[in-house]
């Protein structure tokens, strides 16, 4: 383990939206480079497991980043197999983590099923029942009390399963969200949604063209379509909820099949209460496949990739 030394916040430039103007921030920057990997916050610092670098080599280890004192931790190698897209849920102060995709499409065993629990404070794992199938490329989580949905994930196919796990009883079990073949909300790939005042949210993707579709889960039975991610339609964004917003950055948009791809740098701001969407910002550079998490009060977005399919250590803040 080492502590890399980190140098002071510089601000990189703000851009001024029709309702809000933040100023975006430069942070110190991983020094481990990344892609397709999973955040999660606990006890007001952020951790940051898996994904691929440069070299599109597959990684398993885990960094702590503080924001007291904008530094990076090396917390070194995991018992899991490296993987890219893992997914990642907290509940108090204990994170709940696996699946993600390991080789090559097509094989179900590049689908990895495990899933854990992962105490930072005793930096212990141990490992839980296995997910129930094998589409878990890229799946997004909602965390509940005592219990958390996960679904929507990716097997050289598009899926929309939808399981629930409890617990205490360390089970899954698939739960009928209410969508046929081709009802709304669509089966998708690389779709982004968090959790914001006990509600869950969840939208964009791709499915033969990349996505603006924005629902909630209604006490895990079923989806009400809300108001659609405004701008380019986007897949492989990321976002991240304070107390009372949604934040949803960059992705990549494509038009249909044939386009050319194009890597996003806005950032929009979903509003539960009222349904609606405003613009915040610009990030200095668009992004794809990267991650965001906030503590408190400040929305933190980084990594991930780069117009140039470079992978980018930079990590971004800005205050709400």
């Given at each position: 383990m080492f502590i890399v030394a980190l140098v002071a916040v510089a601000m990189v430039g703000c851009t001024t939206g029709p309702e809000m103007q933040v100023q975006v921030k430069r942070c110190a920057p991983m020094p481990s480079p990344r892609a397709s990997a999973v955040c999660f916050v606990v006890n007001d610092r952020a951790y940051v497991f898996a994904g691929r670098d440069s070299t599109e080599k597959r990684l398993n280890d885990l960094w702590q980043y503080d924001p007291a004192t904008d530094s990076w931790t090396d917390l070194g190698q995991t018992p899991l197999t490296a993987r890219v897209n893992p997914t990642a849920v907290v509940q108090g102060d204990k994170v709940y983590l696996g699946l993600g995709f390991c080789g090559k499409h097509g094989k179900d065993s590049s689908y990895l099923r495990d899933w854990w629990e992962y105490s930072p404070q005793t930096d212990s794992w141990k490992q839980l029942a296995d997910y129930p199938n094998y589409y878990t490329d890229d799946c997004t989580a909602f965390s509940t009390d005592g219990e958390f949905y996960v679904g929507y994930g990716f097997n050289w196919n598009y899926r929309r399963d939808m399981f629930r796990y409890d617990i205490a009883t360390n089970r899954w079990d698939s739960i009928d969200v209410g969508v046929g073949m081709f009802d709304y909300p669509t089966r998708s790939f690389g779709g982004t949604g968090c959790t914001c005042s006990n509600r869950h949210f969840m939208g964009t993707g791709y499915y033969r063209f990349s996505l603006d579709w924005w629902a909630e889960l209604v006490d895990g039975k079923y989806w009400e379509k809300r108001t659609a991610v405004p701008g380019p339609t986007r897949t492989l964004a990321a976002s991240s909820a304070t107390k009372d917003f949604i934040y949803v950055s960059g992705g990549m948009h494509y038009g249909n099949m044939t386009t050319t791809g194009k890597v996003l740098s806005d950032i929009r701001r979903y509003d539960p209460q009222t349904d609606s969407w405003t613009?915040?910002?610009?990030?200095?550079?668009?992004?794809?496949?990267?991650?965001?998490?906030?503590?408190?009060?400040?929305?933190?977005?980084?990594?991930?990739?780069?117009?140039?399919?470079?992978?980018?250590?930079?990590?971004?803040?800005?205050?709400?």
């Open positions: 613009y915040v910002a610009q990030l200095p550079e668009g992004l794809m496949n990267h991650v965001s998490f906030t503590i408190g009060k400040t929305v933190y977005i980084g990594l991930g990739e780069t117009e140039e399919w470079t992978i980018n250590n930079q990590l971004y803040r800005f205050e709400e």
